[in-house]
């Protein structure tokens, strides 16, 4: 069956099937069977628009993942930060979203007693200068100055910890900084926890739900009345009509929109129309105390971030607590090989060591150990651009409605994920 993989946990309620099991189908079922909503990809946002689409009576719901389980790709594979959202300007939508779906989150992690904790985040200018970041140190104090305004601008709570302040703390034990912001709305989260509390909700609205399940071809149809969708799970296929799809499929969100664009008879249409996401890897490390040493781990209190690379295509190797109290830092940026190259063999620990020590001198490189990675899907190749979410009905140009894409969707997208569906809706 294409749910064993949750049947052992005893946290997940029953799942139900409308397709029994794809080689038990009948063609004369499969040619009937139809659904209202069609999501593609099981990560963080699939869910949470399976979730909301769910609660609209009258309306069927099927969510497919081409993965034994959830949320296994850049859902699961990243720091577990709730963010704040003063980072990105002000008109875009990773703003918007972040900014209303951090109290969306906190809200829903409170009422479902899920896993987190509002622990606060300091960003810093290191007092050293290092090489590798990208402006002065004169220019980082302007940038924490910039990032403060643009914080008032939107609403963010931010302020500058005074020297006084600074001194008091627990942290300016073991950091060397020349100044610092504070964000006492960012926090932390147990990514598994919250997703499987959406996936919960959509079951007991009705959602329909198969792992291990693909999507290998969309057919538009004639006069928008849909699409016909080709599903293929442990060898076998089937294929279903869907009135509108979501495209939320994440590191293979441009594959999806691509079984429609490459269609297009014109091959200027479909050159217009391609979607192509570029994968860049973020690595961690977590910290392993040396008794020889200063335990770090227990004088911060908070999240710590450097000043962001200026083009915001990375954050900074941050440091970050975990709900069930690990340290870790990360992520660098590389370009990925691929979409599925996880490994963390590569990983140099004395990469990490230079930013870090900026900003925690006493870090050692006996104190990293390689841990995790995740892949971002990023909307340009160039490493010195960042770009907006795409959430657009992309064809609609071309008269084909009912075709929702959610492609480029990297962080802030965990905070977002409660705001999207409501973006989403009103495009439906």
């Given at each position: 069956?294409?749910?064993?993989?949750?049947?052992?946990?005893?946290?997940v309620?029953?799942?139900?099937?409308?397709?029994?099991?794809?080689?038990?189908?009948s063609?004369?079922?499969?040619?009937?069977?139809?659904?209202?909503?069609?999501?593609v990809?099981?990560?963080?946002?699939?869910?949470?628009?399976a979730?909301?689409?769910?609660?609209?009576?009258?309306?069927?719901?099927?969510?497919?993942?081409?993965?034994?389980?959830?949320?296994?790709?850049?859902?699961?594979?990243?720091?577990?930060?709730?963010?704040?959202?003063?980072?990105?300007?002000?008109?875009?939508?990773?703003?918007?979203?972040?900014?209303?779906?951090?109290?969306?989150l906190?809200?829903?992690?409170?009422?479902?007693?899920?896993?987190?904790?509002?622990?606060?985040?300091?960003?810093?200018?290191?007092?050293?200068?290092?090489?590798?970041?990208?402006?002065t140190?004169?220019?980082?104090?302007?940038?924490?100055?910039?990032?403060?305004?643009?914080?008032?601008?939107l609403?963010?709570?931010?302020?500058?910890?005074?020297?006084?302040?600074?001194?008091?703390?627990?942290?300016?034990?073991?950091?060397?900084?020349?100044?610092?912001?504070?964000?006492?709305?960012?926090?932390?989260?147990?990514?598994?926890?919250?997703?499987?509390?959406?996936?919960?909700?959509?079951?007991?609205?009705?959602?329909?739900?198969f792992?291990?399940?693909?999507?290998?071809d969309?057919?538009?149809?004639?006069?928008?009345?849909?699409?016909?969708?080709?599903?293929?799970?442990?060898?076998?296929?089937?294929?279903i009509?869907?009135?509108?799809?979501?495209?939320?499929?994440?590191?293979h969100?441009?594959k999806?929109?691509?079984?429609?664009?490459?269609?297009?008879?014109?091959?200027?249409?479909?050159?217009?129309?391609?979607?192509?996401?570029?994968?860049?890897?973020?690595?961690?490390?977590?910290?392993?105390?040396?008794?020889?040493t200063?335990?770090?781990?227990?004088?911060?209190?908070?999240?710590v971030?450097?000043?962001?690379?200026?083009?915001?295509?990375?954050?900074?190797?941050?440091?970050?607590?975990?709900?069930?109290?690990?340290?870790?830092?990360?992520?660098?940026l590389?370009?990925?090989?691929s979409?599925?190259?996880?490994?963390?063999?590569?990983?140099?620990?004395?990469?990490?060591?230079?930013?870090i020590?900026?900003?925690?001198?006493?870090?050692?490189?006996e104190?990293?150990?390689?841990?995790?990675?995740?892949?971002?899907?990023?909307?340009?190749?160039?490493?010195?651009?960042?770009?907006?979410?795409?959430?657009e009905?992309?064809?609609?140009?071309?008269?084909?409605?009912?075709?929702?894409?959610?492609?480029?969707i990297?962080?802030?997208?965990?905070?977002?994920?409660?705001?999207?569906?409501?973006?989403?809706?009103?495009?439906?």
């Amino acid at each position: 069956m294409v749910f064993r993989s949750f049947l052992s946990n005893p946290k997940v309620l029953p799942l139900r099937s409308v397709i029994r099991c794809f080689s038990s189908v009948s063609k004369s079922e499969s040619e009937s069977l139809s659904v209202d909503h069609l999501i593609v990809g099981a990560g963080v946002i699939g869910l949470a628009v399976a979730r909301a689409l769910s609660q609209h009576q009258n309306r069927s719901v099927m969510l497919v993942e081409k993965n034994p389980s959830f949320g296994q790709e850049t859902s699961s594979r990243n720091s577990g930060v709730i963010h704040a959202g003063m980072y990105y300007p002000e008109n875009f939508l990773k703003s918007k979203l972040c900014i209303e779906g951090r109290n969306l989150l906190y809200d829903y992690l409170k009422v479902k007693d899920i896993p987190h904790k509002r622990i606060g985040k300091w960003i810093v200018a290191p007092a050293k200068q290092g090489s590798s970041l990208p402006t002065t140190l004169t220019n980082e104090n302007e940038y924490l100055n910039s990032l403060y305004l643009r914080a008032k601008r939107l609403g963010v709570p931010l302020e500058f910890v005074s020297n006084k302040e600074y001194q008091l703390s627990e942290m300016s034990k073991v950091l060397s900084v020349d100044s610092v912001l504070d964000s006492p709305t960012t926090g932390i989260l147990s990514q598994h926890d919250y997703m499987l509390s959406l996936l919960q909700d959509a079951q007991v609205n009705g959602l329909e739900y198969f792992s291990n399940t693909a999507v290998t071809d969309i057919l538009p149809l004639k006069n928008n009345t849909g699409f016909q969708v080709t599903l293929s799970s442990n060898n076998n296929t089937l294929d279903i009509h869907a009135q509108t799809i979501l495209n939320c499929a994440g590191l293979h969100s441009d594959k999806v929109s691509n079984m429609i664009s490459d269609k297009f008879e014109s091959e200027e249409l479909v050159s217009q129309y391609k979607k192509k996401l570029h994968f860049f890897k973020g690595s961690y490390c977590s910290y392993l105390p040396d008794p020889s040493t200063i335990n770090v781990a227990k004088h911060i209190t908070k999240l710590v971030y450097p000043i962001p690379h200026k083009h915001l295509n990375s954050l900074g190797i941050h440091l970050t607590k975990t709900v069930d109290n690990r340290t870790i830092f990360g992520p660098d940026l590389s370009r990925a090989n691929s979409n599925t190259d996880y490994s963390v063999a590569d990983l140099r620990p004395a990469t990490f060591l230079n930013d870090i020590n900026l900003y925690l001198p006493t870090i050692k490189i006996e104190n990293l150990v390689p841990d995790y990675s995740g892949i971002r899907p990023k909307l340009s190749s160039d490493e010195k651009q960042y770009s907006d979410f795409i959430i657009e009905k992309t064809f609609s140009a071309v008269g084909i409605s009912g075709f929702i894409n959610l492609i480029g969707i990297e962080s802030p997208g965990l905070t977002s994920s409660l705001a999207i569906p409501k973006y989403v809706d009103n495009l439906i």
